[in-house]
C-alpha cells in the first residue's frame, strides 16, 4: 500500500510502516490543491490538521482505502462522504487522553490557587498574602460535558482529588467508578466546574452560549480543552465580567485558524481573555506532552497494520 504523509509527526510511524512493506511518501509543504492533484496515486493519508479533506479532496482520492488523523478530532474530514465512498477512517484519542487530562487540571490548580498570578509578583518585590488565598479542588462537583477518552481520564484525575464527578453523553450507560452520568439539566443545577470534552460538530458549535451559562445555578469555573468553536466567546467574557463564570481556563479559543497553528482573528473579547486575572490561556497543547507524541503515533500504527497487514 502507498502512503502520503501529509504532516510532520512522530518518526515511528515511519519507521514501523516501512518494516510492514508500506510505501510511504512525506509532502509537508504542497498546497492543498497540489495535493488534491496527485492524492489519487495514494491507498492511504496520514495527517493532522494542515489541509482540510473536504467533498472534493475525497472524491478525487479514488484509491483511497484510510485516512488516519494523529489526534481524536475528525472535523477536517468530511466524514459523511467519506463513509460514503468506503475510507475507513482512524484515528488516536488513546494517544493523548492523559495528557489532556493532567492540563485540565494543571490550569484549574493555577487559577484557582493564584499560582502565576503570586509567583510573578514575588518575582517582582510584591508580597501578598490574604490577596492570593486560593480555592480548593476538595469538595467541588465538577460537571464533564463528552465521557469519551478525555472525559474519563479528566474524571479519573478529578477523583484522585476528592471531588465528585459528573457527566453528560449523548451515549447511554457510561457511569463507572470515576464518575455518574447525569442529565444536562441536572449537570447544570449541580457543577462548581465545567469542562468540555466534545467533538466539534453542527450539534455543538456554540454549545456554550447565552442561554446555555445563564441556565447554570452556580457561579462557576469553566475549562475547554475541546475546540473553541464550542463556546460563543462574547459571552463567556460577559459572564466572567459579572462573575458568573469565576474563571476560564482555555486550551482552545473560537479564533484560532484551522490548522490550530495560530489565532486568525483580533477584538476586544480576545484581548480581554489575554489580559484577565481570571483566565489562563495555553496555545491548544492540552494533548500535546513529550509522551503523547509518541503514544499518538503508535496508536495510528498499531491500527494501520491491524486493519491493513
Known amino acids: 500500500m502507498k502512503i502520503l504523509l501529509l504532516d ?10 516501512l518494516a510492514k512493506n508500506f510505501v510511504l511518501e512525506e509532502d509537508f509543504t504542497s498546497s492543498y490543491d497540489e495535493v488534491c492533484h496527485k492524492i489519487e496515486n495514494y491507498d492511504g493519508v496520514i495527517i493532522r490538521s494542515r489541509i482540510p479533506l473536504d467533498k472534493n479532496f475525497l472524491e478525487k482520492g479514488k484509491s483511497l482505502k484510510f485516512i488516519a488523523r494523529v489526534g481524536a478530532g ?10 460514503k465512498l468506503g475510507i475507513q477512517l482512524i484515528n488516536s484519542p488513546e494517544g493523548n487522553r492523559d ?9 484549574l490548580l493555577i487559577l484557582m490557587n493564584r499560582l502565576f ?12 498574602r490574604e490577596e492570593n488565598r486560593g480555592d480548593e479542588l476538595l469538595g467541588k462537583t465538577v460537571g464533564l460535558i463528552g465521557y469519551g477518552n478525555m ?3 479528566t474524571a479519573k484525575r478529578f477523583s484522585g482529588f476528592g471531588c465528585k464527578v459528573i457527566f453528560h453523553d449523548i451515549l ?6 470515576y464518575a455518574s452520568q447525569v442529565s444536562l439539566d441536572e449537570l447544570k443545577k449541580s457543577a462548581d466546574i465545567l469542562s468540555l470534552h466534545i467533538p466539534l460538530t453542527s450539534e455543538t458549535n456554540y454549545l456554550v452560549n447565552e442561554k446555555f451559562i445563564s441556565e447554570m445555578k452556580k457561579d462557576f469555573y469553566f475549562v475547554n480543552t475541546a475546540r473553541g468553536k464550542n463556546v460563543e466567546t462574547k459571552y463567556l467574557v460577559e459572564a466572567l465580567k459579572s462573575g458568573k463564570i469565576k474563571g476560564a481556563c482555555l486550551d482552545v479559543l473560537e479564533y484560532e485558524k ?23 490561556v495555553t496555545p491548544h497543547i492540552a494533548g500535546w506532552t513529550h509522551q503523547s507524541k509518541e503514544k499518538l503515533a503508535q496508536v495510528i500504527v498499531d491500527k494501520i497494520i491491524a486493519s491493513y497487514c
Open 74 to 83: 475528525m472535523e477536517n474530514i468530511d466524514i459523511p462522504v467519506a463513509e
Open 172 to 177: 447511554p450507560g457510561l457511569s463507572d467508578d
Open 258 to 280: 484551522a490548522s490550530f497553528e495560530n489565532l486568525e482573528t483580533e477584538n476586544e473579547d480576545l484581548k480581554y481573555l489575554l489580559e484577565s486575572e481570571k483566565t489562563i
Open 99 to 107: 495528557s489532556v487530562a493532567e492540563h485540565v487540571v494543571g490550569m
Open 151 to 153: 472525559g474519563k481520564a
Open 117 to 128: 498570578i503570586a509567583s510573578q509578583e514575588v518575582k517582582n518585590g510584591i508580597w501578598l
Open 8 to 17: 510532520k509527526n512522530h518518526p515511528l510511524i515511519t519507521e514501523q510502516l
